[in-house]
């Protein structure tokens, strides 16, 4: 007798969920218990100090390693029936393999035939990623910006509807960056769910409309980018025309319950940015011209460092260390 295939029909508008999902090695706890919600139909980021967990949670979404406890649904189907779903799920997992003396169209038609898609569909992918002029050079002869480039395109040969890319901009130029990004966009307006682990904070926070952070295999964060930064407090950052104002206009900050720091020529001051304004009348009050008034809202990487135990330059520093247990 088959085992019966639970789908999601509670949570249509859901392309993957998870429910206590946890991977062990050992006695560590890779991920642990983590309970996915990611909506149909958006670019979701999925970010994380190195060591995560993000590549085997994104491997165990692909069938490619057994979770030691929990459930989860990917398009419907349960992440125990991969087989079920995996032909509606394109994907690029750590660096493409492909056969380094071929074209790059030559290996996409042999992927092509192996996956029995559309032969068609190999040159205009080819265009879709910036090689419609290089398909017949060799893959070893790629860059490796260009060889990531050949695995978006093999990730999306079936016309899945779900989308898993595992740092797709590693070693693009900037102008390469923009072309992906032009073309998660576009698929993603398309109706195309987009699950996109990268290093790359405020790519992230350029593409995506949905995030899930993760730190030491447990889920810190998932929600809306707009959500999560509109929580973030402000900064309001004020020049006086003479810097003997400084002080005094620090005390004006902090006297308004706006605590306030001196660097180098500027008052910073964390608050709404609404209260740059009536900032603006208490200097000229007090007789304080200011050259310049602006307000720096949270960043993703504010956010992002605020919620894991992570150092910046950690993670900055290293940016392609492959996962621990991946």
């Excluded at 085992?3 to 509670?10: E, L």
């Excluded at 609404?274 to 200097?283: F, K, S």
Aim: net charge negative; aromatic share 4%.
């Amino acid at each position: 007798m088959s085992t019966p295939d639970h789908t999601a029909s509670q949570a249509p508008d859901l392309a993957v969920t998870t429910t206590g999902l946890t991977k062990r090695y050992g006695h560590r706890a890779v991920v642990d218990s983590i309970d996915l919600e990611i909506p149909r139909g958006i670019i979701s980021g999925f970010v994380g100090p190195n060591g995560a967990g993000k590549t085997t949670t994104l491997r165990m979404l692909l069938g490619l390693v057994r979770p030691s406890a929990g459930t989860g649904e990917v398009l419907g189907h349960s992440i125990a029936h991969p087989a079920r779903y995996l032909s509606r799920v394109g994907s690029l997992i750590e660096a493409p393999a492909f056969y380094p003396g071929l074209s790059g169209r030559r290996n996409l038609e042999i992927l092509a035939a192996l996956g029995r898609h559309d032969m068609h569909r190999v040159d205009i992918l080819l265009g879709q990623v910036g090689l419609g002029d290089r398909g017949g050079d060799r893959f070893k002869n790629y860059s490796l910006g260009m060889k990531q480039r050949l695995g978006i395109a093999a990730a999306l040969l079936p016309s899945p509807d779900l989308l898993v890319l595992d740092e797709p901009t590693n070693g693009l130029d900037p102008a390469g960056i923009r072309e992906v990004r032009g073309l998660l966009r576009e698929l993603a307006d398309d109706g195309l769910t987009v699950l996109v682990s990268s290093h790359l904070l405020g790519e992230i926070q350029t593409i995506c409309d949905h995030l899930v952070v993760i730190d030491n295999g447990k889920l810190r964060f998932q929600g809306s980018i707009d959500g999560l930064l509109s929580a973030q407090t402000a900064e309001v950052v004020a020049v006086p025309e003479h810097a003997g104002d400084l002080q005094r206009l620090a005390e004006i900050c902090t006297q308004a319950g706006h605590t306030a720091r001196i660097d180098a020529d500027a008052v910073h001051a964390p608050a709404p940015e609404t209260w740059a304004p009536e900032l603006n009348r208490l200097a000229m009050q007090q007789g304080i011209t200011l050259a310049a008034l602006a307000v720096n809202r949270g960043t993703l990487e504010d956010a992002f460092f605020a919620m894991t135990d992570t150092d910046a330059h950690a993670i900055l520093a290293h940016p392609t260390t492959s996962e621990v247990a991946a």
